[in-house]
């Protein structure tokens, strides 16, 4: 059984869905989340009667919700995406990124050790569920960010395991901090944890204060769209399912004690992307004739930088290709188009979210 804290928020509803929808090796997940602005239950609504899913509403930042949910469902793995994670809300608003990023991560870390402490070593082989926790073959995996190594120059190597933090957002930092208290778990109490540090996230279910969806949404209503400074920030973009796929690597056969780097090879500044998606949606959406401009790209507006904005994030992910037999496989223009047609297809999703 799998323990998905989080899992109502954009990566976790993907990497649920496709554990759900696989025909080979189901197993029962359970999903525990707070329901932030973020979360949202309706994304399970296909597969709500799913005998292999459960969901429960609970707050890493509150202890009782996570040992409650550890009592109840003995978990055989964690896997934790629950985070405060947009830079701006941290710049503006950094308490609850403190709150859930830091301390619930020492507190899902206690009690997940706690709970650790009394599994036993191996199951009794005439136990008839062969898949009941054990110290043996439980795991515990920390989702987390490139963010936290900091930026980089142009001509600069990409981010490896190995690279020094050096967050520079309240959001990075608060990210840093629970990486760091993972690290410590492993090496003071020899508790079985994993984490990964991703590149930038898009695909389906994705809140739109994140730039693709929020670009979409933008054009689908008519809006200006926001560039920050001058738009030549570079970022490696992930396709959210080349993320999960990576994921699944990393729970069935990661090493205890490892941190993975996982990247899309899709490096690209944040104006080409932003043409990339109105492009696409220039071919794809009728109702831009309703408005007057001739593309979406006319409704592109520089505004001034963010404070602290690095640079550029690039991802060295050639540990978990060796390591895990694991390449992203979805190339930025079509991961790109995939995504804008899922959008289209879900308007009620999107508009949803606006009102």
């Known amino acids: 059984m799998i323990l998905v804290i989080g899992g109502a928020g954009f990566i976790g509803t993907n990497f649920i869905l496709r554990k759900l929808r696989s025909k080979v090796d189901r197993e029962q997940i359970v999903v525990m989340d707070s329901l932030t602005y973020s979360g949202n239950l309706d994304n399970f609504r296909t597969v709500k009667n799913d005998k292999f899913f459960t969901f429960v509403q609970g707050d890493i930042t509150n202890v009782n919700d996570i ?25 503006t608003a950094p308490d609850a990124f403190i709150k859930t990023n830091i301390i619930g991560v020492y507190n899902l870390l206690k009690q997940s050790l706690k709970y650790y402490e009394n599994l036993p070593w191996e199951s009794n082989e005439s136990h008839l569920d062969t898949k009941r926790a054990t110290k043996k073959t439980f795991k515990f995996i920390q989702i987390s960010t490139d963010e936290v190594y900091g930026s980089l120059e142009l001509d600069e190597p990409s981010f ?22 993972v690290r410590s ?21 994705q809140y739109p204060e994140k730039l ?41 056969s990661g090493e205890i004690g490892e941190t993975y780097n996982i990247g899309g090879q ?90």
């Open 160 to 181: 490896t395991e190995d690279h020094p933090f050096r967050p520079n957002s309240p959001y990075s930092a608060s990210k840093a901090s629970g990486d760091h208290l």
């Open 266 to 355: 899709n490096e690209s500044t944040n104006i080409d992307l932003v043409n990339l998606v109105c492009s696409t949606l220039d071919i794809c959406v009728e109702k831009r004739k309703e408005l007057p401009i001739n593309s979406f790209k006319e409704l592109i507006t520089f505004v001034n930088d963010r404070p602290g904005h690095d640079y550029r994030y690039s991802i060295n992910a050639k540990k978990i290709e060796s390591a895990l037999n694991w390449t992203p496989s979805i190339n930025l223009e079509y991961g790109v188009e995939k995504t804008v047609e899922w959008y289209l297809n879900n308007k009620n999703w999107m508009e949803s979210l606006n009102h």
């Open 67 to 91: 040992k409650g949910v550890l009592e109840k469902y003995k978990p055989n793995s964690i896997i934790n995406f629950a985070a405060e994670t947009h830079v701006d809300r941290s710049i």
């Open 212 to 252: 693709i969806p929020l670009v979409i949404n933008n054009c689908l209503i008519g809006k200006k769209i926001p560039i920050y400074g001058d738009g030549k920030q570079i970022r490696d973009w992930l396709h959210v399912d080349d993320h999960c796929t990576a994921l699944e690597r990393v729970l069935k």
């Open 185 to 205: 778990w492993v090496k003071t109490y020899n508790f079985p944890a994993i984490v990964t540090n991703c590149s930038n996230n898009y695909g389906p279910y």
